[in-house]
């Protein structure tokens, strides 16, 4: 089992980490990418960090929160906390039964064609976005030492099992560009160290429960999986 990526020191332009990673503001907190509700105890000591004001650090908590409390409901196709593995995810919902309520109501149950039942859910789409390009902004900002604060030129949030076999192995398979990271950067130096928790181009936070890529080279593409269902992908300078 992957043990978690590698703590790794940024030695890029240090011009670009004395702000905010998500609105240019002050340095007043430390942002976790991904925060501990996406994660199982024991917590990887390696998370990545980056520099966050204190408002936008807190601010995503909410989102967050449902977020993960959704994808897990999906994958364990019930809302009930008795029956869910995460213990993070089953605690929220006993503590907040508005929440609870929220994604339940996400819930349909449809008969197929073959007079089967199936269920499906109805995602925030907004906040499954605001929490998705969150999470791109910091890896963007941690592995190649290039803050994105402008809007994406492309956000794509879809269930992993959902990409056709052509489509998967695309979004799985890092981009051939031939351009290396900058020098000092974490992606720099990825290249070249050992990493039991990078592999393929992705870096493992924890496995089976969180995994990234950030890909810098004309264009800055980030691409994450949530619990091996939820994957997004978000690309700024389309070229």
């Known amino acids: 089992m992957v043990s978690g990526m590698k ?7 240090v011009r670009q980490t004395g702000f905010c990673v998500h609105c ?17 105890e024991p917590y990887p000591l390696t998370r990545p960090t980056v520099p966050s004001c204190g408002e936008c650090n807190n601010g995503f908590s909410n989102d967050e ?10 994958v364990q196709g019930t809302t009930d906390p008795d029956l869910l593995r995460r213990v993070n995810v089953a605690k929220a919902l006993r503590r907040n ?21 199936i269920l499906t859910w109805t995602p925030e789409e907004e906040r499954v976005s605001r929490v998705s390009l969150k999470l791109a902004r910091c890896h963007a900002a941690y592995e190649l030492n290039e803050p994105q604060l402008e809007e994406p030129d492309h956000l794509l949030v879809v269930p992993l099992v959902s990409l056709p076999a052509d489509q998967r192995e695309h979004f799985e398979t890092p981009p051939e560009t031939g351009v290396w990271p900058e020098v000092g950067s974490r992606a720099m130096r990825r290249l070249i160290e050992e990493d039991p928790g990078y592999a ?8 089976g429960r969180y995994r990234y890529m950030a890909v810098g080279a004309g264009s ?13 992908e ?6």
């Not at 703590?7 to 332009?13: V, W």
């Not at 039964?97 to 089967?116: D, K, N, P, W, Y």
């Open 220 to 232: 800055v593409m980030v691409r994450g999986v949530i619990s091996e269902y939820l994957a997004y």
């Open 200 to 207: 393929g181009g992705w870096c493992t936070v924890q496995e």
């Open 24 to 40: 240019d503001g002050p340095t007043e907190t430390k942002d976790h990418a991904p925060p501990k509700v996406f994660l199982d």
């Open 65 to 74: 929160e449902y977020v993960a409390a959704f994808v897990e409901c999906v």
């Open 7 to 13: 703590k790794i020191a940024n030695f890029g332009d």
């Open 97 to 117: 039964s508005a929440l609870r309520g929220r994604i339940e109501r996400s819930r349909r149950e449809a008969e197929t064609l073959g007079g089967g039942r």
């Open 234 to 239: 978000i690309i700024w300078g389309i070229v």
